[in-house]
């Protein structure tokens, strides 16, 4: 096992590596540079050409790259000329809060999409069934931006029940209770698209399972029929579930970028909008590196942990 | 079935719960406290440092934190004293020579002298200074024409320039001239963007990345202490975002209101504030090549263009009719007589008979969004209805901001034949100067983009940079003015008028005509 983990551990270095050369080479290809988003109206040929030298932007190419890489390896990200800080404490900061929100949307929609799959397959062309399979559609098909406005505009602007936009009160406590009330709708709104996926899915998962002859024995043997369900029939569905929730969490964390523009939260998503807009290229470049980073590593502990609880995948 | 009569009654339960949970907490919500401003900016500032910083967004910061040696009289664009309580300029305008006023000192303490004024001078334009480093100052070309800049006593600075340069006072008034602390500089070096110290009616608290940089008042504050104990800014880059801070009440003033959410607005709860400021939208024609190279094509453009339905019905009204080159904010420098192009689409298609041109083709660049490009795609939709129903036929090609100037700015050749731009600048030399100046044209580092040319107009803004006399310079542009708009090297359309709204809570709120964001005099009930 431990074999295993360092092959896959190694395996990550040449990935890394090659998703450098790529975000490097993009933001080097895309138009306009940061002197010119530095300097707007006052962009002479002769202010960029200076300004470019300031920010080390005149070396050849190639060069850039590998300072840039050095640094890295030496764990220095860069500054942000843009924040005026180093890259590496914006995105552990921004890191953070994208964390609180996707990890709780993530929660979200795994245990209302298991719960919602499982009541829809138990009552398979119920009013129950029809009824979340209705909602269900209507929340895959609302896109969470639009769904985050509206709820801004009905929680917090008319019912003013809910802060519409932040992470913390600008003036009081910092406690949970302020984190909660502010987390609410964005955690909501990212939810809403995976809930509706997970949802579908675990209903035919179920449907499945339901059909099996262990089940239809367990009836037999006069097991309570919520016991069926949720002990025997959701136990087997699960092992199709898992791969499902482990896609959604990918789509939560980058479905986490509109809602953090919408919400203002302050998290990873919206600053790489806000850095790649300004063309503020290392922050950029540290910010897609980190995210990568941390994308192959939860590859490598799902992977892990499905061969700890499967014997039948080999390590 | 045992197991949904559970969830039913569950869900009931809950959602009563979750019902009362919420309405309990209505009260406590939506109240901002007294004394405390509240600003919605419409980004996370850069840096609070003024001299390495070029956006208006971090401007209305600075401005409350630092002062320069002079600034803007209220409600105008003229200079007055600031740290500087005189100042006294040589017979030929190459030596200004300050005096400073005495007793001052920065938030950290220390004092504000004339070794500070040449620190802060030095740092920007002298690469052998040693905290030159902690820049980069992307706008101390502002200065560039500082030959020395010396203390001559405490309370005395002099700089020579290296040749009469009128538009110095007022660039010393623009935030690149704002003061900062130098002891803070030499404590913090690079950080001291994020640990800023000047000499203004606020200083400065903390800056919480992504959610508040907040300013308390000085109570020592050389002008008198400010009424406001304390103003938070909130960047909140999402426009709708911001409206629904502002209506829920989670935030007191917001800037950069966008027309078509003005409407929200328009209750006794809340006030709108609107200015004009030296703000010119306009269209660039490309006078090299193309159906614009003839006058009376340009011409004809500027009669098809119906500008008043632009800034009343695309715009919302948060923009007036532009006459010429010159935003009337420049009052002492506008030429009042100046009357706008006419909607006269006749004229428009008489002028393009005349000129033997039936249906002229035109490539018309236009961009998604830009620093005070207002609405330009819409702009740029109804401008291209307008010049075909005179019989332009035109092709409207959209880029991102950044793509836009990188391919504007090296000039319209092989590009395009018009394309949108805008200005704000802070004195009357800056915009004709820098780009309608045949020697401004982009091969030689200019933003004549358009490639106008007319000695008369390049031998009226060489005089007017260098003639010491306000009255001289005024007529000047004047006449500069008069021949431009006859010239028609762009199609002169809007100058924004700013605008701000805050709760009923807020008091004697004005705004500037140089934009800036002054909050020394406001109250908050």
């Known amino acids: 096992m431990t074999r295993y983990i360092l092959r896959r551990l190694l395996s990550a270095i040449p990935v890394l590596f090659g998703i450098s050369v790529i975000v490097f080479a993009i933001m080097a290809l895309i138009p306009g540079d940061p002197a010119l988003a530095i300097l707007g109206s006052f962009a002479t040929p002769e202010n960029v050409a200076r300004l470019n030298a300031d920010l080390g932007l005149d070396k050849p190419l190639i060069q850039q790259y590998f300072i840039w890489l050095g640094n890295m390896l030496q764990g220095d990200f860069g500054r942000s000329f843009n924040l005026n800080r180093p890259v590496l404490d914006e995105v552990l900061d921004r890191f953070n809060a994208t964390l609180v929100l996707a990890g709780t949307s993530f929660v979200l929609c795994a245990f209302l999409g298991i719960v919602a799959g499982v009541v829809s397959a138990a009552n398979q062309y119920g009013w129950a069934d029809k009824g979340i399979t209705f909602v269900v559609l209507l929340g895959i098909s609302i896109p969470s931006f639009f769904l985050g406005m509206m709820m801004i505009l009905t929680f917090a602007v008319n019912l003013r029940w809910l802060p519409a936009s932040g992470m913390w009160p600008i003036y009081g406590e910092r406690d949970l209770w302020a984190l909660l009330r502010h987390l609410t709708l964005p955690a909501l709104a990212l939810s809403v698209v995976a809930t509706g996926v997970i949802a579908r899915l675990a209903r035919s998962a179920m449907l499945e399972v339901l059909r099996q002859d262990f089940i239809r024995t367990a009836r037999a043997k006069g097991v309570h029929e919520r016991g069926v369900i949720w002990r025997h029939a959701l136990r087997a569905a699960m092992v199709s579930i898992i791969p499902i929730l482990g896609i959604q969490a990918g789509f939560v964390l980058s479905g986490a970028v509109y809602i953090e523009v919408v919400f203002q939260w302050p998290g990873i998503g919206r600053m790489l909008v806000d850095a790649i807009l300004r063309r503020d290229i290392l922050l950029v470049q540290g910010g897609v590196i980190f995210v990568a980073a941390c994308y192959v590593l939860f590859n490598i502990v799902v992977d892990v942990a499905q061969s700890l609880l499967d014997p039948r995948i080999k390590t | 079935m045992t197991f949904l009569t559970l969830t039913r009654r569950a869900a009931l339960a809950g959602g009563a719960a979750l019902a009362l949970a919420l309405s309990s907490l209505t009260p406590a919500m939506a109240q901002t406290p007294p004394g405390v401003l509240i600003v919605g900016q419409v980004a996370e500032p850069q840096a609070l440092d003024p001299h390495a910083v070029t956006a208006v967004n971090d401007f209305r910061i600075l401005m409350n934190v630092y002062d320069g040696l002079v600034r803007y009289a209220p409600g105008t664009l003229e200079v007055e004293p600031a740290l500087a309580s005189a100042w006294d300029v040589s017979e030929d305008g190459t030596v200004y020579t300050f005096s400073l006023r005495d007793g001052i000192t920065f938030h950290d303490g220390t004092p504000f002298d004339a070794e500070a004024v040449v620190f802060n001078f030095e740092r920007m334009l002298n690469e052998e200074h040693p905290f030159h480093d902690t820049g980069p100052f992307p706008l101390s070309f502002f200065f560039s024409s500082i030959q020395s800049v010396e203390a ?374």
């Open chain 2, 152 to 525: 001559v006593d405490p309370l005395t600075v002099r700089f020579t320039l290296d040749g009469p340069y009128a538009p110095f006072l007022s660039n010393l008034a623009y935030p690149t001239g704002l003061i900062v602390s130098p002891t803070a500089v030499e404590t913090h070096g690079a950080d001291f963007g994020r640990n800023p110290s000047g000499t203004g009616p606020f200083r400065f608290v903390e800056w919480r990345s992504n959610e508040a940089v907040v300013i308390e008042a000085n109570p020592d504050y050389w002008d008198g202490a400010p009424a406001l104990e304390a103003v938070v800014f909130r960047p909140i880059t999402d426009a709708n975002t911001r409206v629904a801070e502002m209506l829920s009440g989670g935030i007191d003033m917001m800037v950069e209101v966008p027309p078509v959410a003005l409407s929200e607005f328009r209750s006794d709860d809340f006030r709108i504030v609107e200015q004009a400021g030296p703000h010119v939208w306009f269209l660039i024609l490309n006078l090299r090549e193309g159906p614009f190279t003839d006058q009376l094509v340009r011409q004809a453009a500027n009669y098809a263009i119906n500008k008043t339905a632009l800034v009343e019905e695309v715009l919302e009204g948060t923009a007036a009719v532009a006459a010429g080159p010159t935003p009337p904010a420049f009052a002492w420098a506008y030429n009042e007589d100046l009357e706008p192009y006419p909607y006269d689409p006749d004229r428009a298609r008489a002028l393009l008979a005349e000129a033997g041109v039936e249906n002229p083709a035109i490539t018309f660049y236009v961009t998604e969004g830009g620093s005070g490009m207002l609405d330009p795609v819409a702009m740029g939709t109804a401008i291209q209805a307008d010049l075909e129903a005179v019989g332009f036929d035109v092709t409207i090609e959209t880029y991102e901001w950044n793509t836009f100037l990188g391919r504007v700015n090296p000039g319209l050749e092989g590009e395009a034949d018009m394309a949108q731009m805008a200005w704000m600048t802070n004195d009357p030399d800056t915009l004709p100067y820098l780009a309608l100046r045949t020697e401004a044209w982009p091969e030689q580092g200019g933003f004549n983009s358009g490639y106008y040319s007319n000695p008369a107009v390049d031998a009226l803004l060489e005089e007017a940079r260098t003639a010491t006399d306000q009255d001289r310079r005024a007529e000047l542009y004047r006449e500069m003015q008069v021949i431009v708009q006859q010239d028609a090297p762009w199609v002169f359309v809007a100058n924004w008028v700013q605008n701000a709204v805050t709760s009923d809570r807020v008091e004697n709120f004005t705004l500037e005509p140089s934009f800036f964001l002054l909050l020394d005099d406001v109250v908050k009930n």
